[in-house]
Every structure is written in C-alpha cells, then in structure tokens.
C-alpha cells in the first residue's frame, strides 16, 4: 500500500457551503480520490491533514495554529513514506485580515514546497512526488463567512497563473481545479456534494497520468 497526503484547508476537509457540518469521508475529494484509485487497481491509502481556515505562511489573528508552514515537515516526517503530496492551499491566504494578491500566495505555496522536500525523513525514504492543486477562485463570498472574505475576489485574481508558475520553477505537479469544477453559488467559497466527487475522479485520473503511483 502506498500513502498520499492532501495537505490543505476547509475546501478539502469538506465543509458543507454555509454551514459548520462536515460530509462523510466516502463524498469528500478526497475519501473519493481514494475510493476511485483503489478500484483503478491502485493499492492506495489518503491522508487527510485538512485545517478549517489554514493559510500557508500567515497567521490568523484570531485563531491558532493556522499557518500552514508550522509543523508540515513534522506532518511529512509522521506520514512517511510518502508517494505524493497534494497541496491545495492558498484560498485564507486571501481573507480580508491580510493584503494578500495572488502572488504573495503563490509564495507561500513555495514555501510549503520547500519545506516538504527538506522534512527529516528518515534514510532510505524517498522525498515524495508534490501535486499543486490551485484552488476555486472565490467568488461572491456569501453566507456565515462571507464577511472574512470581503474583497478577496479582487485579491484572487490569477491566482492559478502564479501558482502554475510556482510549479513549473520548481518541479512540481500541477493542476488547476477550476478547469474542473467550480465553485458552491450557495457560499462562493467551497464545494457542493457532486463537485467533490468530480474533482476526486479528476485527481485520480491526473495522478494515473503522471505515474507516480505503482500499478498493476
């Protein structure tokens, strides 16, 4: 069995839009993910590691321990051996506490990428494979957390681009997920039921494309 991790925020954690409940692991991306690989043939287990409201490199003024870079190398080091790390982080980045733009966010992923090829392993343990995932574009934030949000469509802007640059300098993987699916009309912030599945589909079809799993 091999071991992939999703290191990411409330997005893949699965928060049900406008709500503080959470879905089942089977229709979260990724218990999805896991699910269709599986059935590909692909011995496979996910990870989770998925914080309500982590950024990447910032802190949040009111809650803690929701910057993403603290403890990524221990989490690394905990889960290994690990196959494939996927990254989809960056959407608190733009919450209206900090003037972030989509470069700035980028950066942090970065950051998190170097972090992950430099966790303390243990010898003999191959540094994973990194997925980036760019994460949906927000859009009209709405709802009980609209108001963290105020502004943030503007400070998105080209986010994937940046990202996708982030990636190609530094050897990654990637994939734009709005290109896939898009965004809850109900929140404008995460991912209704059927868009979940779709994008686990999607993940799972894109890591059979790049070999960086073993299969039969």
């Not at 692909?42 to 910032?58: A, F, H, S």
């Not at 300098?169 to 109900?186: Q, R």
């Amino acid at each position: 069995m091999e071991n992939v991790l999703v290191y990411s925020d409330s997005v893949s954690w699965g928060v049900i839009p406008d709500t503080r409940k959470r879905m089942a692991f089977h229709l979260r991306w990724p218990g999805v993910l896991e699910r269709s690989l599986n059935e590909k043939g692909c011995d496979v287990r996910v990870i989770e590691n998925c914080l309500n409201g982590r950024k990447t490199v910032w802190d949040d003024p009111f809650r803690e321990g929701r910057k993403g870079v603290d403890g990524l190398a221990q989490v690394i080091e905990m889960h290994s051996p690990l196959k494939c790390v996927l990254l989809m982080l960056g959407t608190n980045d733009f919450q209206d506490t900090h003037d972030n733009k989509a470069w700035m966010a980028a950066q942090g992923v970065a950051k998190l990428v170097s972090v992950i090829r430099q966790a303390p392993i243990e010898p003999g343990m191959s540094i994973p494979k990194i997925l980036i995932i760019a994460p949906l574009a927000i859009n009209n934030p709405k709802g009980i957390i609209g108001h963290k949000f105020a502004g943030a469509e503007q400070r998105c802007k080209n986010f994937p681009a940046e990202l996708e640059k982030v990636s190609r300098e530094l050897g990654t993987h990637y994939l734009d997920a709005n290109t896939l699916v898009k965004v809850s009309d109900i929140d404008g912030i995460h991912l209704d039921e059927d868009q979940h599945s779709i994008l686990g589909q999607e993940v799972a079809d894109y890591l059979r494309k790049i070999k960086v799993l073993s299969w039969p």
